[in-house]
């Protein structure tokens, strides 16, 4: 605004009231682990509707038993570039649109603006980071000073990239199994064909055929995905430090896959974090954090990670404790199945361990008797003579 059009306002302040918008700020954080979006047109044209075309089959039970129905997709679309039209423009984050504003913009109903965006969700090309509520008491008051009378805060909004499911925990027979990495998603890395591509056409032309993947490569592109898909769940972690978010999930990628090799999950990465804290009894601030991280993981255990090793003592204390009921459960056999004390048994126990203590002490009584009439007798008084 030109300090022209400022002063016919009536000042910053009336221009403020006039024009300012008040929201409702996040936390800090709050967008961790969602990615940018590519733009406004590419986020509908090619997310919204690559994510419905693949998947809306799947989704669509869930989103029946949520919503009561289903959705078309020009339908969604027209939904999707009204949010999209409110997003930040770099980001493709704080869409704060409401679902009254929705419903004037695209001309839908109120039911079809809520399916839509339960749509969004399960085609996992939309999160809502804060959820509507009613403004509090003083809230009110702080807004009606910029004479906004809205009473409650619009969900708020991010739109990014679809993003992988996430099967990096499976439970196998009570023991955690790491699911292998797919081939095709949001974190996949292009790879060179795995033969030469030498057709009739090339050969005409003289192309030159391409070099056969080697073995070391395709190992090298593996490791580097898991890594990258280690890093990406990590850094969307919540216990995740906040130092660890000044590189994206690329940058950390070559440092995490060892870890992400031996199947080392977010939480093992947080859980270590924590213990090293708590031995040195220091809050972790690295200056390089993926020099740190690199250097933490060298005096790590790969082959056993935090998950592993509390999965092993759950079994050996489960284990023991079966140990324990086997042992009282055959003590209790043993008890239960012995004899009562009137028994026929017990009683010939008994008269049978009389006589044995009666014989001993009949023999020990004539072994001293033997022994007394074998010793010598000695005279220790003298009778006196002299009176005779």
């Not at 749509?119 to 008491?137: F, N, Q, S, Y």
């Not at 990096?168 to 064909?193: E, K, L, N, W, Y």
Request: with cysteine; hydrophobic share 40%.
């Amino acid at each position: 605004m030109t300090p022209a059009y400022l002063n016919a306002l009536g000042g910053r302040e009336a221009a403020c009231r006039r024009y300012c918008q008040v929201r409702l700020e996040l936390d800090e954080g709050a967008h961790a682990g969602l990615a940018y979006w590519q733009g406004q047109q590419h986020w509908v044209e090619v997310c919204v509707r690559t994510a419905y075309t693949a998947e809306y089959n799947t989704i669509r039970p869930q989103l029946v038993a949520n919503t009561g129905g289903g959705i078309s997709l020009k339908t969604l679309l027209n939904v999707a570039a009204a949010m999209a039209g409110a997003a930040d423009f770099k980001t493709g984050r704080n869409s704060r649109l409401t679902i009254a504003t929705l419903v004037e913009r695209t001309g839908l109903g109120e039911r079809t603006i809520q399916r839509a965006r339960e749509t969004l969700k399960l085609l996992r090309v939309a999160t809502e980071v804060l959820r509507g509520r009613l403004r509090r008491r003083g809230e009110r008051f702080g807004s009606h000073r910029f004479q906004d009378r809205g009473r409650g805060w619009a969900s708020v909004w991010a739109l990014h990239p679809r993003k992988p499911v996430d099967n990096t925990r499976i439970v196998v027979d009570g023991s955690i199994q790491m699911a292998p990495h797919p081939r095709r998603g949001q974190f996949c890395i292009s790879s060179s064909r795995r033969e030469v591509l030498t057709t009739k056409r090339s050969v005409d032309k003289r192309a030159a055929p391409r070099r056969k993947e080697s073995k070391a490569d395709v190992e090298k592109a593996e490791a580097i995905r898991k890594g990258l898909l280690l890093a990406s769940k990590w850094l969307g972690n919540p216990r995740t430090p906040a130092w660890a978010r000044q590189h994206t999930p690329r940058g950390w990628a070559p440092a995490l896959t060892d870890p992400a090799a031996h199947g080392w999950t977010a939480a093992d990465l947080n859980d270590t974090i924590d213990a090293w804290s708590k031995a040195t009894r220091m809050a972790p601030n690295p200056k390089h954090p993926i020099a740190f991280m690199r250097w933490l993981m060298k005096q790590q255990d790969l082959a056993f990670a935090p998950h592993v090793l509390a999965q092993i003592a759950a079994d050996q204390e489960k284990a023991e404790r079966e140990r324990q009921a086997a042992e009282f459960e055959a003590e209790r056999t043993r008890y239960a199945s012995a004899a009562a004390e009137d028994s026929p048994g017990r009683q010939a126990a008994r008269f049978v361990a009389r006589r044995a203590t009666d014989s001993a002490r009949i023999r020990k009584t004539q072994a001293s008797a033997r022994e007394n009439e074998n010793s010598p007798v000695w005279i220790t008084h003298l009778s006196d003579r002299g009176k005779r």
